[in-house]
């Protein structure tokens, strides 16, 4: 195994229902997936919203999961890749959300 294969890429994406942490090889192999649900309020009228501080907690949490696996070591994350349901949010930033 090359030492290109021993690094991974950390795949966030945060989805409708979940967010799903993945460390990916550089080959593409997917070698851990956990994945933490994320409320999602159904608005009268057919509106939706999440709360940025629930996308945050997500990320958090299924990440420590991923990590505390033992699949590799921080020192082994090359990258880190992050998608979402959208192209883009609205309302309030999640900088406050990200203590």
């Not at 991923?66 to 949010?89: E, F, H, K, N, Y």
Request: aromatic share 6%.
């Amino acid at each position: 195994m090359t030492a290109m294969a021993q690094q991974y890429v950390l795949a966030l994406d945060l989805g409708t229902s979940a967010l799903k942490a993945a460390l990916v090889s550089f080959t593409g192999a997917v070698a851990g997936l956990e994945t933490e649900p994320v409320p999602l309020t159904v608005l009268p009228g057919g509106g939706a919203e999440q709360n940025p501080e629930d996308w945050w907690n997500a990320l958090v949490t299924a990440t420590r999961r991923l990590m505390a696996r033992g699949i590799a070591g921080p020192d082994r994350v090359a990258a880190v890749c992050c998608t979402a349901q959208w192209s883009a949010t609205g309302g309030r930033g999640t900088a406050t959300a990200a203590r």
